[in-house]
Structure formats: C-alpha cells, structure tokens
C-alpha cells in the first residue's frame, strides 16, 4: 500500500506545523480587519477572501473523560461571490498527520476556480498542527530512514510514551470532529475532498455521518479494505517502470527512439534488490541544519524509495529531473557494478527527512489499518500469524514484483511488520473495512505512475460506493492534482459543481516524464 503520510503538500516545500497554541472554544470569528473582528495570530490569509477560524474543545477518548481533551483547530476560506456558498468543500490533505490550516493559501491558489462560489474547510486533525500536539518522541527522519528493527523499536516507544492517550487518534475519531465543526458552522452537509490518507478519512466520515455527505472525491486512492501485505504497490513499480520507457520516446528530445527498455528497467530493479538483500550498503544521508546520519540501503529501503519516494510529485514539471526518471539508468548503473547514481537518489530522497514528531501518523496506522494479525492476540501469535500470512503469499510468483516478500514488506513505514509491537491494552480497535456507505456521486482519480497508491487501489477505493466513477490520469504519480497542466482539477472543479466529470479526454494528454538515457 506505501506511506500515506508522503506528505505531498509538504515534500513540495511547504513546512508543517507549529508548535502547540492552545485556543478558545468560541464559535468562528471572521478574520477580515475592516470588520474589526478578533484575528486569531494563527489564522491564515488568503488573498481575496474572508477567513475564517475557531476551535473546539473534544474529548480526547470517547467516554473517558479522565484522559482528558484536545482543541481541534480549523479555519473556512469563504467564496468571493455574493451571496450564500453553493457549498462547503472539507479537504484534508493526507498523512496520516498532515496539515491543513497553515496550508489555507496553497488551497486558496489550487482550488481559487471552485472558491468563486463554494467555501473551503481546512481542519488540522488532532495532534496536527493547530490541534494540540501530543509527541511521542519519534521523529519523521529516525522512523522512516531508520532499519526496520529501529523502526519497530519506535512504535513501540511512541506506543509507551502516549499511554492509554494513544486511543485517542484514530480516523474515526479525526472524522468525529470534523462532523463537530460541521455541526458548529451551521453547514447541512459537506462535499468531502480527501488526498491520499484523506482517501481514507473521508470514506469513514462518510460511514459514520452518512446524512451530511454531498458528494466526495478522492485523489490518490486506496480502500479501507486494501491489501495488508501491499501487493499492489509491489507490482505496480514494474509497470511504472515499463510505462516511463516505452513513453519517454514522445519526448521532443528522445527524437523517437525511447530512453530506456521497461524490461530490462525491470530484470535492474530485481537484480538491484537481490544484491542489497545479500549486502546492504550504508550511505551518508545530509540534513539540512543537522549532522549527516547514515542510513543502511537494504532491500526494504529500496522498495520504499521506489513505490513511494519515486511516486511523488510525478507530472508536476514533466521536463525536470526525477527520482522516477532517473532509476532506469540508476538501476542499470547499479546493476553493472557502479553505485553511485543510486546512492545519490537515496540521499536526495533523504535529505527530506525532519525532526516532526510522529504521534498522529504512528498511532492512527497502528490503530486503524488492516494487518496481518490479530489485533487482541498476543506478540507471539502475531509474528506467527504474520509469517503464516508471508509464507502464503510468497507462493504465488510475482506477487511482490521485482522483490522478495520479505524484503519489499520491510518498505512500508505503514505496513509490514512495523506496528506489530504496538500494544493491545491501547489499541483503539481496527477500523471497519466494509461499513455501509451513503449513496452519493464520487469521483476517484488515480495517477498511472503512481506505485504509493496504484491504480489498482483506486479502483477498490471507487468500487466502495454505488454512484462512483474512475479516472486514471497518464504520466502522473501520487495524487494527480499535481500535474501542471490543470487538467485535473478543473475536472474535479467541474464534478463539485454538476455531480458529473463531463469530458476526461485532457487526461490522456499529460506529457510524460522526463527520463535519464541509458547509454550502453
């Protein structure tokens, strides 16, 4: 399945989060000076529109009030149009624990066609941003560049250090309180916009609060029910691969000849891992403002640079460089015995790596998603449940790619074997895969070079509801929206406002990547 948390808004350039601000629990107040309203210090500006922003206080654990509260901040972007809104779109932009208010004015720009008449909802879920963070003492760049024994050992110290508190951030509980801003913003029902994570969030919004779902659409998909083991992502790295080849002779560079061969992109790929599975190698990773840390390349970190890392931002400057465009010839380098083109995707892909804590991702992953075990048995009934669950799988060939099972399964940060210490006593409970869903227009799109969450996820996540519709948009990755032409958005601009996607044909027209020539 990949990372949620791939952080697309933020892996942009934009930061996330600031520190802890707690907040008043008065209805929203209008952040317009002309007014002489009280403005928030937090309360973010977007040119041309009135915003609006407040806080809740919620309980913390649903009918555990000793475990105390937490204030749920949010913020509206009102319409420029006179008159009421049309109607209000709640985005959320993935994670798990992903931002949302300070990123108000990205929004604003992205979304400024839809906000001539609807108004824009940004609420920062709880531990996030605004919304009273709690950490745990994981950080972003030890948790996801760490082995995947430091990566078990962190979840089992976030799991400690939040106590029983850690019931307390689930999707429900995020989708809860969204519903609670609703309810206090007088708005009926809400048209549901979810990236990534949000694929998920918002599904489950809609299962518990069907009677105030307008419509929904989901970018950059997967279902609740999705594939504990992530086979589909596994498998879609190949396809990728093979797809930026044949493609990349439309280039106006590639004077038709195609920069590289998708097969033996492919044979590199599996060749690569199994000789990182036999020998990792350790690579110095840079940070910005902090001392280098070095990372230990296996077979799982590659999987995770190239069905997640790879996957990101594909389409937004087709003519740039890429980490997707670039591991045909890094693979193949790699492959005749020269590391050092891969090396320096693996630091680039590193250096993006922060010192944000991870309480919101680790916990809603731990608690929430499908595993491979049981939730109520114990640590040894876990791992041989989980093993039973790889052994299974690794009887069917090619159902992990380029990879070997074990080896890919130690990619996901989310996924795998990673949360299997995450303790009984404060587990929350697994989210529901199949409750029932309101029946109303969705539209699910999808990037055909997107690994994080393939098209074949989208098509599940789509198949969730009755009146839904697919749409796969070439040469882009995760969460398509990203692609420079506006294609995208306008169509997801244009189901809003009429329940249908009217005319998709821009889809195929997205140019393909760049891809780096391998020369033989």
Known sequence: MGTKGTGVLRRAGLAAGAALLLFSTLPAVTATAAEGAARPEWCPTVEGHRVDCGSMTRPLVSGRPGLGTVDVAYAVVRHRSPGPAKGTVAVNPGGPGEVAVERAPVFGEVL??????????????????????????????????????????????????????????TTAATADDLDAVRARLGVDRLTLYGLSYGTYLMPVYASRHPGHVRDIVLSGAYPLAFDPLNRPGAQAVSLSLRRICERSAARPEAQGRPACDGDKAVRDLAATAAALRERPVDVDIPLEGAAPFRMRLTEGKLANLVYEGASREVGADPGAPSLLGGLPHALDRFAA????????????????????????????????????????????????????????????????????????LEGPTDGGDVCIGWPRENTAGPQPTHPRMPDVPVLVLSGDLDANTPDANGRLAARQFRDSRFVSVRNTGHVPEMEHSGCVVDLSTRFIRTGRTGDTGCVETVEPIAVTPVRR
């Open 337 to 408: 015995g020269d590391r050092a083109p891969l090396l320096d995707l693996v630091r680039a892909e590193g250096s993006t790596g922060s010192a944000e804590d991870q309480a919101p991702y680790i916990a809603v992953v731990c608690n929430d998603y499908r595993k491979p075990w049981k939730a109520e048995s114990s640590l040894p009934e876990r791992w041989r449940q989980y093993r039973g669950a790889l052994a299974g799988a690794a009887d069917r060939p090619g159902a992990f790619g380029a990879f070997s099972p074990a080896g890919y």
């Open 112 to 169: 400024k066609d839809l906000l001539g008449d609807h108004d824009l909802l940004l609420v920062d879920p709880r531990g996030t941003g605004r919304s009273q963070r709690i950490p745990c003492g994981v950080t972003d760049a030890e948790y996801r560049f760490g082995t995947r024994q430091e990566q078990r050992d962190a979840v089992t110290r976030c799991a400690a250090n939040l106590g029983p508190r850690a019931r307390g951030y």
